[in-house]
C-alpha cells in the first residue's frame, strides 16, 4: 500500500495537519490531525511502498516499544489511514 | 487551448497586489469604463511583465456540447445561472445573461494565469458586474502561483497596520469594521470584503483590492498585517488567541482557492502555514457594540 500522494503533512508550531479538499459539489474538505509519531511516520513512509512489517519496524527501532505493542499501534494506525481515505485505492 | 492574439486588441492594464492582470480587448471596447472600481489600480507601466492575462471577445462563444464535469452550480452572485466545469487540463465557467437568450462563457487554462472570456448581448451594467466578478474569481487562484492569497475578510487600518475580521457571511464583518471606526481613533477601512495578503521581504502585508463586496471601498494601499480575527455572534465579549493549529484552522476557510486543482489547493495550503507562522490570529466572540472593538483593539494592540 502507499500513502495518497497528493496530501501534504504541514507542521505548524508543535501541531501536524493534513487538509484534504473535497472534490464534490459539496465542500466537505477535511483538516486531519496526527500526532508527533503519525506525523513521524507519515514522512518515513511517504512516496514508498510499504506493508504493516515496515510499520512495525520503523516504531520498533526508534521507540521504546515492545513488538507485540508495536504491530497493535501499527495496525491501529493502518486501519485510521484506511478509514480516513488517506491511502492510494 | 488557443489565444490567439490581434492586433486589434488594446491592453488595458492593472496592478493589484503586485500582481499585473492584464485584459486584452478589441480597442472600441470600453472596459476602463466598465471597470470603476479598478480605476485607482491603473498600472500604465507596459514593460512590466504580465502575471495574468484576460482576453475579451466579443464573438459568439464557442460554447462546447460537453463542457466536461460539471464542478459546482452554486454562486452566491449568481444563482442559477452560473455553472462551473473541469474540461481536461481547462476551467469552464458559464453565467446566463439577464436577458436569457446566450451566455457568458470563460475558458481558464488550469492555473488562472490566461483566460478567454466570450462577452454576450449584454447591458453595461451587466458587463461591470459579471466581468469584475470573474476579474476577482480569476486573481483569486493565479494569485496563489506569486505567494499571494485573496482572503474573504473586512480590513481595518488602524494606525496604518492591517487587521483583518472574518467569519462567515452574516456574522458582522463589516459591522465590527464600523465599530473600530466609530470607537478607536486613527482608524478607516481598507476593504470590507476580498483585500489579498502577500509574503513579502518586509513581512507579511496586506492590500486593498478592486473587489469590495457591496462597499464602495477600493484602495490601492498595502499595510503590514497585524492580525487575523475571527468573528462569532455571542450574548457576550470575550477573546482568545489561536495558536498554531487552531489559528490555521481559523483562517483556512476564509482563504480562496479551488478545490478541483489539488495543486492550487495544496500552494494556498503552503502561504497559508508560512503567514500562521508569523501573523497572530484571534477568535472574537462578540455583540456588535463599542466594547466588542475596544476589547479586540486592546488585544491587538496592547502597547497603545
Same mark, same amino acid.
Given at each position: ?68 505493542? !508495536?504491530?497493535?499501534? !501499527? ?15 | ?5 490581434? &492586433?486589434?486588441? +488594446? ?5 493589484? %497586489? ?34 495574468? +492575462? ?40 458559464? /453565467? ?25 448581448? +449584454? ?18 487562484? %493565479? +494569485? ?24 462567515? &457571511? ?13 470607537? /478607536? ?26 473587489? &469590495? ?8 494601499? *498595502? ?8 468573528? *462569532? ?15 490555521? /484552522?481559523?483562517?483556512?476557510? &476564509? ?35 463599542? %466594547? ?13
Amino acid at each position: 500500500m502507499k500513502l495518497r500522494s497528493d496530501l501534504v503533512l504541514r507542521t505548524i508550531g508543535s501541531d501536524h495537519l493534513i487538509v484534504d479538499p473535497s472534490q464534490d459539489m459539496v465542500d466537505l474538505s477535511t483538516v486531519y490531525t496526527l500526532n508527533s509519531s503519525a506525523a513521524w511516520l507519515w514522512e518515513q513512509l511517504k512516496g514508498k511502498e510499504f506493508n504493516i512489517d515496515a510499520i512495525v519496524e520503523l516504531l520498533c527501532e526508534n521507540y521504546d516499544v515492545d513488538i507485540d505493542q !508495536a504491530k497493535s499501534d !501499527a495496525e491501529t494506525l493502518l486501519q485510521d489511514f484506511q478509514n480516513q481515505g488517506l491511502l492510494e485505492k | 487551448m488557443n489565444l490567439t492574439k490581434s &492586433s486589434e486588441l +488594446s491592453q488595458t492594464r492593472y496592478r493589484i %497586489a503586485e500582481l499585473v492582470l492584464e485584459f486584452n480587448h478589441p480597442a472600441d471596447y470600453p472596459l476602463a469604463q466598465l471597470l470603476p472600481s479598478f480605476r485607482d489600480f491603473q498600472w500604465l507601466d507596459s514593460a512590466d511583465t504580465t502575471d495574468i +492575462s484576460i482576453t475579451v471577445s466579443l464573438s459568439k462563444a464557442p460554447i462546447p456540447e460537453d463542457k466536461g464535469i460539471l464542478r459546482t452550480d452554486e454562486s452566491i452572485a449568481w444563482g442559477d445561472r452560473f455553472r462551473f466545469y473541469e474540461k481536461e487540463d481547462t476551467f469552464i465557467t458559464t /453565467i446566463i445573461n439577464e436577458q436569457g437568450n446566450a451566455a457568458w462563457y470563460l475558458q481558464s487554462d488550469r492555473n488562472f494565469e490566461h483566460s478567454l472570456l466570450y462577452v454576450p448581448e +449584454s447591458t453595461a451594467d451587466e458587463q461591470t458586474g459579471v466581468i469584475t466578478w470573474m476579474a476577482m474569481m480569476i486573481f483569486g487562484q %493565479a +494569485s496563489l502561483l506569486h505567494q499571494t492569497i485573496m482572503i474573504h475578510a473586512s480590513v481595518a487600518n488602524h494606525a496604518g497596520r492591517g487587521v483583518a475580521f472574518l467569519g462567515k &457571511s452574516g456574522t458582522g464583518k463589516s459591522t465590527h469594521s464600523r465599530l473600530w471606526l466609530q470607537h /478607536i481613533p486613527n482608524t478607516v477601512l481598507l476593504n470590507d470584503d476580498n483585500p489579498a495578503i502577500r509574503i513579502t521581504d518586509k513581512g507579511v502585508l496586506i492590500y486593498g483590492t478592486p473587489w &469590495s463586496g457591496k462597499t464602495p471601498c477600493y484602495k490601492n494601499e *498595502q499595510l503590514p498585517l497585524q492580525g487575523f480575527v475571527r468573528l *462569532q455572534q455571542a450574548p457576550m465579549n470575550e477573546f482568545e488567541w489561536q495558536n498554531g493549529l487552531k489559528g490555521f /484552522i481559523a483562517v483556512l476557510p &476564509s482563504c480562496t482557492s479551488i478545490r478541483w486543482n489539488k495543486e492550487l489547493f495544496s500552494t494556498m495550503n503552503t502561504i497559508l502555514e508560512k503567514i500562521i507562522a508569523q501573523v497572530p490570529v484571534g477568535y472574537l466572540k462578540c455583540l456588535p457594540d463599542a %466594547a466588542a472593538a475596544e476589547l479586540c483593539h486592546s488585544a491587538l494592540f496592547p502597547n497603545e
